[in-house]
């Protein structure tokens, strides 16, 4: 079995604890503790391939990135998808600039011969932020009550990226 490897957008450190505070708030009412348990990091998944090799497509990201500014971003809902992870979400704003980073980011993977799944095509591509999965579903309305009480960050700027297990944080 191959390994998928992804590019994840991660936030500023401010923003990034008030993710993180809204997990422990959901580990503390024992909605769910999975994103704790495996150590996650908050992220907004930009693309995902099990054609993605970090050795060989780090110095590709790092130059899209380098030509980047860093990215203004709101988060404007809460979300479920009902599956058999059951992932509650916070979703970004689809601004124009967020959604022409993907593309690019997604068209520059693209001349490297990786082919981009259906999901992370323009449009397909679903923008959301993990804060829980495999919540159980009588949890569902505690858990988005839970989250909406959180006083997350309305805005922030983006500047770190993340392929596979390296950094390209600036």
Same mark, same amino acid.
């Given at each position: 079995?191959?390994? /998928?490897?992804?590019?994840?957008?991660?936030?500023? *450190?401010?923003?990034?604890?008030?993710?993180?505070?809204?997990?422990?708030?959901?580990?503390?009412?024992?909605?769910?503790?999975?994103?704790?348990?495996?150590?996650?990091? *908050?992220?907004?998944? $930009?693309?995902?391939?099990?054609?993605?090799?970090?050795?060989?497509?780090?110095? !590709?990201?790092?130059?899209?990135?380098?030509?980047?500014? *860093? $990215?203004?971003?709101?988060?404007?809902?809460?979300? /479920?998808?009902?599956?058999?992870?059951? !992932?509650?979400?916070?979703?970004?704003?689809?601004?124009?600039?967020?959604?022409?980073?993907?593309?690019?980011?997604?068209?520059?993977?693209?001349?490297?011969?990786?082919?981009?799944?259906?999901?992370?095509?323009?449009?397909?591509?679903?923008?959301?932020?993990? !804060?829980?999965?495999? !919540?159980?579903?009588?949890?569902?309305?505690?858990?988005?009550?839970?989250?909406?009480?959180?006083?997350?960050?309305?805005?922030?700027?983006?500047?770190?990226?993340?392929?596979?297990?390296?950094?390209?944080?600036?």
């Amino acid at each position: 079995m191959s390994q /998928t490897f992804s590019i994840e957008l991660y936030f500023d *450190p401010a923003l990034e604890n008030q993710v993180v505070k809204a997990w422990n708030i959901l580990a503390r009412r024992q909605i769910s503790t999975q994103l704790i348990e495996i150590e996650s990091r *908050p992220h907004i998944t $930009l693309l995902s391939s099990p054609f993605l090799d970090p050795a060989r497509h780090e110095s !590709v990201v790092k130059s899209f990135v380098s030509k980047q500014e *860093p $990215l203004a971003l709101s988060f404007s809902s809460i979300g /479920t998808f009902p599956n058999e992870k059951n !992932v509650l979400f916070l979703a970004p704003a689809p601004t124009m600039a967020l959604l022409q980073f993907q593309v690019q980011l997604c068209e520059a993977i693209k001349k490297e011969g990786i082919e981009i799944g259906k999901e992370f095509k323009a449009d397909d591509w679903i923008l959301y932020c993990s !804060v829980a999965q495999e !919540v159980p579903k009588n949890k569902n309305g505690g858990g988005i009550l839970c989250v909406e009480r959180v006083e997350v960050a309305c805005f922030w700027l983006c500047n770190g990226y993340w392929i596979g297990g390296v950094s390209t944080c600036s």
